[in-house]
């Protein structure tokens, strides 16, 4: 069945607008227009992955997604690492997880992707990975007006779990030289720091993402190793990845990064 009959069928049994956008050049996914989407958050962290685990000696067959959503980040990362690699994607959220399921047959990854329904904190996962990664919530509830969507609350408010929950997951189904990478909003630095150092991770290398120049930072990326020499000393600092100009078009980093995924630099004014 194509993507657009597929799409239909969605509509008609969730009775609201659905859309099929690229994550990739051969990969495509379905999103509800209104819910919880696709952004540059997860683009860049699953970019980040695959540019930081690609030092990891060994290959890097597997790869662990925790708190997938929709699969984004998880099926970047998948992309990337080659025909032979596999993924497992924990989500908890129903309208996510279905969405999960229906982005990986529809792109016939079934034999590729492991996708377990469940809070991220009580799956149990006996295999460990060289690679694990997450986008997790980025406010404390409280911290602001909940959306009414309970898609799109539990993608960006703390309702299950947080960024310390993130880390000790990974923690305990991490490969003793494997590699944690995860994105946090900038302001919050601290906390996403904190939760690392608490579970005896070390910041191997960390990169502040600015949406334009002449902003300031919109969140972090951070690459994380068990290596208790490290904990506590300050990782490698990466120069801000620029994402626009000043006149939106994009910069040559981020053009790099679509090229990654097969997509061509987009039109400059």
């Given at each position: 069945?194509?993507?657009e009959?597929?799409?239909?069928?969605?509509?008609?049994?969730?009775?609201?607008?659905?859309?099929?956008?690229?994550?990739?050049?051969?990969?495509?996914?379905?999103?509800?227009?209104?819910?919880?989407?696709?952004?540059?958050?997860?683009?860049?962290?699953?970019?980040?992955?695959?540019?930081?685990?690609?030092?990891?000696?060994?290959?890097?067959?597997?790869?662990?997604?925790?708190g997938?959503?929709?699969?984004?980040?998880?099926?970047?990362?998948?992309?990337?690492?080659?025909?032979?690699?596999?993924?497992?994607?924990?989500?908890?959220?129903?309208?996510?997880?279905?969405?999960?399921?229906?982005?990986?047959?529809?792109?016939?990854?079934?034999?590729?992707?492991?996708?377990?329904?469940?809070?991220?904190?009580?799956?149990?996962?006996?295999?460990?990975?060289?690679?694990?990664?997450?986008?997790?919530?980025?406010?404390?509830?409280?911290?602001?007006?909940?959306?009414?969507?309970?898609?799109k609350?539990?993608?960006?408010?703390?309702?299950?779990?947080?960024?310390?929950?993130?880390?000790?997951?990974?923690?305990?189904?991490?490969?003793?030289?494997?590699?944690?990478?995860?994105?946090?909003?900038?302001a919050?630095?601290?906390?996403?720091?904190?939760?690392?150092?608490?579970?005896?991770?070390?910041?191997?290398?960390?990169?502040?993402?600015?949406?334009?120049?002449?902003?300031?930072?919109?969140?972090?990326?951070?690459?994380c190793?068990?290596?208790?020499?490290?904990?506590h000393?300050?990782?490698?600092?990466?120069?801000?990845?620029?994402?626009?100009h000043?006149?939106?078009?994009?910069?040559?980093?981020?053009?790099?990064?679509?090229?990654?995924?097969?997509?061509?630099?987009?039109p400059?004014?």
């Amino acid at each position: 069945m194509s993507f657009e009959a597929r799409r239909r069928e969605l509509e008609a049994e969730l009775g609201e607008p659905i859309t099929v956008d690229a994550l990739t050049a051969s990969w495509s996914i379905f999103q509800r227009k209104n819910g919880h989407r696709h952004s540059t958050d997860d683009l860049l962290t699953g970019w980040y992955a695959l540019e930081q685990s690609a030092r990891l000696e060994g290959a890097v067959d597997r790869a662990l997604d925790l708190g997938t959503g929709i699969g984004t980040v998880g099926l970047l990362v998948l992309s990337g690492l080659g025909p032979a690699a596999r993924l497992t994607a924990i989500e908890a959220q129903e309208i996510s997880f279905r969405f999960l399921v229906e982005n990986v047959r529809a792109n016939g990854l079934e034999g590729r992707v492991d996708m377990l329904r469940g809070d991220l904190r009580d799956v149990f996962i006996e295999a460990k990975f060289p690679l694990v990664t997450g986008s997790p919530p980025y406010f404390p509830k409280g911290a602001g007006v909940v959306p009414a969507d309970s898609q799109k609350a539990h993608a960006r408010f703390e309702l299950r779990g947080d960024v310390r929950d993130y880390a000790r997951v990974a923690r305990e189904r991490l490969e003793p030289n494997g590699l944690f990478v995860f994105c946090f909003p900038f302001a919050q630095k601290q906390r996403a720091i904190d939760a690392v150092h608490g579970e005896r991770f070390s910041i191997a290398n960390e990169r502040d993402v600015v949406p334009r120049e002449g902003l300031p930072p919109l969140f972090t990326l951070f690459a994380c190793r068990l290596e208790p020499a490290l904990i506590h000393r300050e990782g490698l600092i990466q120069a801000p990845f620029v994402v626009r100009h000043a006149n939106g078009d994009h910069t040559p980093a981020m053009d790099a990064v679509r090229a990654r995924f097969g997509f061509p630099p987009q039109p400059k004014t």
